[in-house]
């Protein structure tokens, strides 16, 4: 399985990274892209926005009660205590004039009806999973094929997370196609995170540029 490439080039910064001098648009910017980034609940994906974008990411983060304990599936996540309740919202620059505008979705099922508003007009996904709970992102690449969404799924790489899986392996675990990108990042990094949506990136060209005669 992959892993972010050092020599990968960087996403392009205006400004401090949430900072007021970073809120407009480089000027330079042609293509703009919508972004989804899905997974299950608990898989990083605020975490992820927050690392990577330029802006000062938008969150609709609220405290789980006992009330949401009793219909999310806390397996594997029993320490989080915040849940997204409608989108995360970031943005990065990237080389080459475009700029990525990243749509977080919730991920658990009771929020299932805002899935489709979401997805609507992106141009692709990166779906993060958990290699611990790796079942449990199925209900999710079931919801990105169904929306016709070309993806790219990312491993977060959790401490505890087991390490011992082949490439081979994960992608028989998640019945993924040869040219799914499959990468890992960590979400907390933002170059490792821009790693990762630059592989999305690459996928999403490589199937949109005409093979050459």
């Known amino acids: 399985m992959a892993s972010a490439p050092s020599s990968t080039p960087r996403p392009c910064r205006s400004g401090d990274p949430h900072g007021a001098v970073g809120i407009h648009l480089p000027r330079a910017a042609r293509d703009l892209v919508k972004i ?3 997974g299950p609940f608990g898989v990083g994906k605020t975490t992820l926005i927050g690392s990577v974008s330029e802006i000062r990411p938008l969150h609709t983060e609220e405290r789980l009660t006992e009330a949401s304990c009793q219909v999310d599936d806390l397996a594997g996540v029993r320490d989080k205590t915040t849940t997204t309740v409608a989108i995360d919202f ?3 620059s990237l080389p080459g004039e475009v700029v990525l505008y990243l ?4 991920g658990q099922e ?6 489709d508003d979401i997805a609507y007009g992106a141009l692709g996904a990166l779906v993060l999973v958990d ?5 449990a992102s199925f209900d999710v690449l079931g919801l990105v094929e169904e929306a016709g969404l070309p993806y790219a799924v990312a491993f977060n790489a959790f401490p505890d997370a087991p390490r011992h899986h082949t490439e081979e392996q994960l992608r028989t675990a998640l019945d993924l196609e040869p040219a799914t990108p499959l990468v890992t990042c960590d979400a907390r990094e933002r170059n490792s995170c821009a790693d990762a949506l630059l592989a999305l990136v690459r996928h999403l060209i490589d199937r949109h ?3 050459r005669r």
């Open 110 to 115: 009771r929020f299932r009806s805002l899935w």
């Open 131 to 135: 290699a611990r709970r790796i079942d």
């Open 36 to 38: 989804l980034v899905t």
């Open 103 to 106: 749509f977080g979705t919730p």
């Open 90 to 92: 970031g943005r990065i």
């Open 209 to 211: 540029t005409p093979e």
